[in-house]
Each structure stands twice: as C-alpha cells, then as structure tokens.
C-alpha cells in the first residue's frame, strides 16, 4: 500500500489555484443577483428546468446506485476493513459522532422543511392522488421521510469512505478530496484535474449551504418577526444573516474540536427536548399513528418512488422535488464527505456506512414524522390554516405560526428559534471549515487550515446568500443547488472506483473468494 508522508512539518497556506476560481465564480453569482435580482434569478430557474427535464432520471439513478453501492460495503468482503491503525479506537465517542454527523450534514434543513413541506405535498400531491384526498394526507406525511431517509443518508456516506480510506488507510498527510481520486486518475495530468475537482466541489458545497442559508434566514426573520410583532423585512434578514454570520465566524474560528463539537453536542440535545415536546404537548397518539402508516407506505412504495419520473403525465412533482433533493444531497456531499471522513478515525467501514445511514434516518425521520405530523394535525382539524398561510405568507411563516400554536406559544417559538440559530450556525461553520481545508495546501489530516481562510470563506457564503435574498424566491434557492450539483456526479463515480481500486490492490488477497474441489482420489469411482 502506497504512504504519502511530509519529511517535514509546514504551515498550511492557501492554495490560490483553488481560492480564486472558487471566489471569482462565487462573487459572478453574487453581484449580479444584488443588482439585477429578478434576471439573474430568472436565469438559474431557467438552468435548473433545463437540467432536471433533460436529467431527471440520472439524478434518480445515481441515488439507487448510491444505495446499491452501500450495501455492498457494509455487508461485502471488505466490511471490516478498519479506518485507522489496527486497535486504534474511535477518535470520537458515538454520542460526539452522531451529534456532530446529524448537526452538521441536515440539522438545519429539517427546521426550515419540517413543518411546512407535508403542506406542499398536500397541494400539489404526487401519484396523481387528488388534493384534499384522504389519501394525499397519507402522502403528504410519508413523502418527507423519503426524500430525507435511506437514499439521501446513502448518498452522503458514498464519498465518506474512500476520503476516510486515503486518510487513515493510505494515510495521505492532506484534507483534498480530490486526492480520494487517485486511485483512478492518470498520472499525466494529474495534478491539473486534481485542481480542476477541488474547484468543482468547492462550488458544490458553496451552492448546497447557500441554499441552507437561503432557506434559514428567511425562517428566522419570519420567528423574529412573529415573536416579538414586527412587520418582517428585508433589514431583519440582513441583520439576521450578519449577527449568524459573526457566530459562525466565531465558532469556526475556535475550529473543530472547541467549536463546531460544543454547538453540536448543545444542538442535539435541544433537538431531543424539541421532539419530545412536539409528542407529548401535541396529538401524540395521531402523531404515532401516521408515522408507523407513512413508514409502511414508504417500504411498500420505495422502488415506485426512487424511479418515478412520471413520463406520461409529466407533472411537475418528480423534477421539483425529488430531482431537487437528491441535488441537495448531492451538492452538499464534499462537504459532508470530508467531514464524515474527518471524524470516523478509528471505526470500520461497514460502522462509517451503517452509522451514517442508521442514525442519520433515525433522526432526519423522527423529527419530520413528528413535526410534518403536527402540521397535518392542524389543517385537518381546522384548528389552523396551514394551507391558507402557505399560500399568502410563505414556508417561512408556516415554521412560525406552526410552532406558536403549540402549548406556550411565544416560550416555544422562542426555544425554536434559539435551535434553529445553532442548528444553522452548525451546519454553515461546518462548510466553512471544509471549504477553507480543500482550500489550504500543506494542510495535515489531523491540522486546521488557516484561521483567516476559515473566516474568509464564513464571510464568502454570507454574500452569496445576501445575494439570493434579494431576489426573494424559493425557485432561486432551489436552483442555486441544483445548478451546483451536476460536477458532482462524475466525480461520485470517480471516488466510488478509486476505493473500489485501492480496496483490491490492499486487501483482495485476503479476501478473495477460494475454489472448493475435492481430491481426484475422492472422485474416482
């Protein structure tokens, strides 16, 4: 097995190759959405219909490989291949794992969608199922757990093995991602494509947590504003972005183990406190009821609905949402990848994959199950227009009035609030410090880049949403992903082959399946 070792300790430095690009494609994003918002969001609607009419069924195709590919990790012969030196333990303790694993790859995203998106479903219900229907209330609740359950968590396990391979395995003394890839790569040329993939998924995570923070900033005006009775506005989303962006600057700054770790672990356990509330304080015997049903017609429904592409009607459903989500997935994967990779030293593959996948359902679908149940309590009894507020006031506002109905309303939303501004800030420090270490040069496995750089790219993904904001509307975040995933794809594929290459060359000898024969004595007659 190859090992690429430093004779000599350096300081890490920026890789400008990289930086730049990344920030000059970043900033053409950016200024043109500031000045010309209704143009330049036009223009990214435009780019994601083009590609989800003509590659809905790739996105599709790649998230059932993912699972496929999975599989064979977790249960094929290299399962137990260790990520690190033979007995050497976990690095983090499961509870840190998990914490950190959950927070930073979608605890954001489950606030912004959990209440509001079984609405969505509720009007525009997939199947062909009629709207109102008893049955598009099913649909509605179940249709979140898939497209934030097994395929979704699949996709971002798939690149956290081979980065995790060439870190503790090979033990390459880098953070790049592209450096995953070598497996496959020529050597003539190699460095140049190297650049060339590190630039791609730069753009990728920058596309994947601008669309978060699009997202997530709106929301918190909209709790600000209902908390406290303000008029919402446009200054309280810039002021909201720029006290998020010093807290996130603060927390990547401290770095991995005394920021990003101690929001986690605070993360968790007030999204823990939240779940349980939701299900004693609200209907928790429905709540209980449609999640066990939505489970069953989920399994019953999942080949349906990973290969749904709806060729003959051609609704909208399968590009707006699915396609969309397995963009997001996909968008988001080199962050989540490098930092799934970064803090699974010591474990097994099939524990990295297992654990990803497991826990990561385990917690994307209690939260959606209980807080999409919620919301589907109150519009089928009346007892609150969700569908109404959808409607006049937006996803934004359905999170905060959801929430205010509950028993304590101003108390809860303000708790909400206070785990929607850590959950964000968790999530977006994460991609700052993944972005600033495929950024650095010289960068060890177990070092943090620059704290400049850090703070550099905490400042860079606050523009670029300060950008979306202005055209304020949900198809621009929408598109921003789905424009920033398509690289992505082939450079999966890439990091899929590469371990598949380095896993044959380290250990098929070991592994390699042996031919039973009996003696020839044994088969005369």
Not at 45 to 52: E, K
Not at 265 to 276: G, K
């Amino acid at each position: 097995m190859s090992i690429q070792t430093s004779s000599k300790k350096t300081q890490p430095e920026v890789d400008w190759a990289i930086f730049i690009p990344a920030v000059i494609v970043v900033l053409a994003c950016a200024i043109p959405l500031m000045i010309y918002p209704d143009s330049a969001a036009q223009l990214l609607v435009d780019g994601r219909q083009a590609i989800m009419s003509n590659f809905l069924w790739l996105y599709l195709a790649v998230a059932i490989a993912a699972v496929g590919f999975c599989l064979w990790l977790a249960f094929g012969p290299f399962a137990h291949v260790k990520l690190g030196a033979p007995g050497e333990p976990p690095e983090y303790s499961d509870i840190h794992w998990v914490a950190m694993m959950f927070t930073a790859a979608i605890g954001a995203g489950v606030i912004a969608w959990g209440f509001a998106e079984p609405i969505y479903y509720l009007q525009t219900p997939p199947m062909g199922i009629e709207p109102g229907s008893a049955q598009s209330f099913e649909w509605a609740h179940m249709y979140p757990l898939f497209h934030w359950g097994i395929m979704g968590w699949a996709i971002y396990a798939v690149p956290a093995v081979p980065i995790a391979y060439m870190l503790y395995v090979k033990r390459y003394q880098t953070l790049r991602i592209s450096s995953a890839c070598d497996g496959v790569l020529p050597t003539a040329g190699r460095s140049q494509l190297k650049t060339l993939i590190d630039i791609f998924i730069v753009l990728g995570i920058v596309g994947g947590v601008a669309t978060s923070l699009g997202l997530g900033v709106p929301l918190i005006s909209a709790m600000l504003a209902t908390l406290f009775g303000i008029p919402d506005s446009m200054l309280i989303k810039m002021t909201v972005l720029a006290l998020w962006t010093l807290l996130f600057g603060a927390s990547v700054y401290r770095g991995l183990k005394s920021g990003i770790k101690v929001l986690a672990d605070i993360n968790i356990v007030l999204a823990i406190i939240a779940i349980v509330f939701v299900l004693i304080a609200g209907p928790g015997v429905f709540i209980l009821d449609l999640t066990l049903n939505s489970l069953g017609l989920m399994f019953s429904n999942f080949i349906a609905a990973a290969t749904w592409t709806d060729p003959i009607e051609n609704s909208s459903f399968p590009d707006d949402w699915t396609g969309f989500y397995w963009a997001w997935w996909l968008a988001y994967t080199g962050m989540i990848g490098l930092f799934f990779a970064r803090i699974s030293r010591g474990r097994t593959i099939r524990q990295l994959v297992l654990g990803v996948i497991g826990w990561g359902c385990l917690g994307t679908w209690l939260f959606m199950a209980i807080m999409g149940g919620y919301s589907l309590y109150l519009e089928t009894t009346g007892t609150l227009e969700v569908r109404e507020i959808l409607s006049t006031q937006g996803m934004s506002f359905v999170n905060a009035l959801v929430i205010q109905s509950m028993p304590l309303g101003k108390f809860t939303l303000a708790v909400f609030t206070l785990l929607s501004i850590i959950f964000y800030a968790t999530s977006i420090d994460s991609g700052a410090y993944v972005l600033s270490s495929i950024c650095a040069k010289n960068l060890a496995n177990d070092a943090e880049p620059q704290r400049w750089n850090r703070l550099a790219w905490a400042g860079l993904l606050a523009i670029i949403t300060a950008g979306i904001l202005q055209s304020g509307a949900l198809d621009t975040v929408l598109s921003m992903t789905v424009l920033s995933s398509v690289p992505l794809i082939p450079i999966m594929l890439l990091l899929c082959f590469s371990l598949v290459r380095w896993l044959n060359e380290d250990f098929g000898h070991k592994v390699r399946p042996q031919e039973l024969t009996l003696p020839d004595n044994k088969n005369a007659k």
